[in-house]
């Protein structure tokens, strides 16, 4: 990640803290202290207070004493696994959310991940925008942050996440329960192509039998709303997904 979308991304996201204004805690565990450092240099830059281990043992410790409240978790740890890690972790955090980053990337381990009290699941290699952009939607969902601004706005377009009320140049537009996910993921990502798999793991939330065409249907459902009798917001790019954007 470049200089220039390290400082994009960061904009992107809503500033998070508790409502004491102090910062979020995250915990770090990988036994790769290269990538445990580089998660965490992107964490920092976003006013998170970070901490990282590198073993399974070390990880309940520190969470013991840290009480983060987001962990970031391989699977394969020295002594104990990242698995085993969480489980002992929920005796004494039994909310505190988690995604697993690890190398195993079968359908079948996913599940096993999830089923194991995993909120969340991200394959090495990974990019760091995911993994930024996925442990801000866990810790927005904990409740434990304080979200500075509940509006998203893209042009004359915006969505309040408290109200759910959307509207385009003043006009009220109603939307279902999944029409308002999908549009409220594009509108956290201005300007950038999301893919339909993208798309599909964050609105239907890992349906792994999930057909893309889902996501071509709700799109459309959200052009006739949104781009309707007016310049077009949401755009297809061929091959790639879809993006939304100002109206010029």
């Known amino acids: 990640m470049t200089a220039r979308q390290r400082t994009?991304?960061?904009?992107?996201?809503?500033?998070?803290?508790?409502?004491?204004?102090?910062?979020?805690r995250a915990l770090v565990v990988d036994d790769e202290p290269s990538l445990a450092e580089l998660v965490s240099i992107g964490l920092r830059m976003v006013g998170w207070n970070v901490e990282t281990v590198h073993d399974g043992e070390n990880a309940v410790t520190r969470a013991?004493?840290?009480?983060?409240?987001?962990?970031?978790?391989?699977?394969?740890?020295?002594?104990?696994?990242g698995v085993e890690a969480l489980q002992r972790i929920r005796q004494f955090a039994p909310d505190v959310p988690a995604l697993f980053l690890t190398a195993k990337d079968d359908v079948e381990d996913r599940i096993q991940g999830l089923t194991a009290g995993g909120d969340d699941y991200?394959?090495?290699?990974?990019?760091?925008?995911?993994?930024?952009?996925?442990?801000h939607r866990l810790v927005q969902r904990s409740g434990v942050a304080a979200i500075d601004d509940a509006e998203l706005?893209?042009?004359?377009?915006?969505l309040n996440i408290d109200t759910r009320e959307?509207?385009?140049?003043?006009?009220?537009?109603?939307?279902?329960a999944t029409q308002f996910e999908l549009l409220r993921y594009l509108m956290e990502n201005p300007k950038r192509v999301l893919s339909k798999a993208q798309i599909l793991?964050?609105?239907w939330n890992y349906d792994f039998g999930g057909q893309?065409?889902?996501?071509e249907l709700y799109i459309s459902y959200l052009r006739k709303k949104i781009d309707v009798g007016r310049e077009p917001m949401i755009?297809?790019?061929?091959?790639a997904g879809y993006v939304i954007k100002p109206a010029p």
Request: no cysteine; hydrophobic share 45%; aromatic share 6%.
């Open 8 to 24: 994009a991304l960061i904009d992107s996201l809503p500033r998070l803290e508790h409502p004491d204004g102090s910062p979020i």
């Open 166 to 176: 959307v509207t385009r140049g003043g006009d009220l537009i109603a939307l279902t």
């Open 212 to 215: 893309a065409n889902i996501v």
């Open 201 to 203: 793991d964050r609105v």
């Open 235 to 239: 755009h297809t790019v061929r091959g």
């Open 64 to 81: 013991r004493a840290f009480r983060p409240d987001v962990l970031v978790l391989d699977w394969m740890l020295p002594g104990f696994d």
């Open 153 to 158: 706005v893209v042009g004359d377009l915006s």
């Open 122 to 135: 991200v394959t090495k290699p990974f990019s760091m925008e995911e993994v930024m952009i996925r442990l």
